[in-house]
Nanobody
Framework: QVQLVESGGGLVQAGGSLRLSCAARGSIFSINAMGWYRQAPGKERELVATITSSGDTNYADSVKGRFTISRDNAKNTVSLQMNSLKPEDTAVYYC??????????????WGQGTQVTVSS
């Protein structure tokens, strides 16, 4: 089995910063793309940022220049540094990963979600 364990959410004032982390644990052979998604109340889940195993990144237009995604392939972790936070960034943030398990099955996994609340 594989689990994605997130940490780092919380409450912050507008203009502040938070760092989210996600660790993939279990029977992992390798991980392809990893990313962060978010879902605000009453809205659909949306992509925030993704990163490939070679380090290529992709960001939603709404977070470009403010958020930075990074990963440590040796530790199977992905992080999201969020700066200049805005109230509209308030959402539950989910970690996502395409994991090739040790039995060579490729499957997409989601974390349990971590709440980020930005006050105005």
């Amino acid at each position: 089995q594989v689990q994605l364990v997130e940490s780092g959410g919380g409450l912050v004032q507008a203009g502040g910063s938070l760092r989210l982390s996600c660790a993939a644990r279990g029977s992992i052979f390798s991980i392809n793309a990893m990313g962060w998604y978010r879902q605000a109340p009453g809205k659909e889940r949306e992509l925030v940022a993704t990163i490939t195993s070679s380090g290529d990144t992709n960001y939603a237009d709404s977070v470009k220049g403010r958020f930075t995604i990074s990963r440590d392939n040796a530790k199977n972790t992905v992080s999201l540094q969020m700066n200049s936070l805005k109230p509209e960034d308030t959402a539950v943030y989910y970690c996502n990963a395409d994991v090739l398990r040790t039995n060579l099955w490729l499957r997409n996994y989601w974390g349990q979600g971590t709440q980020v609340t930005v006050s105005s």
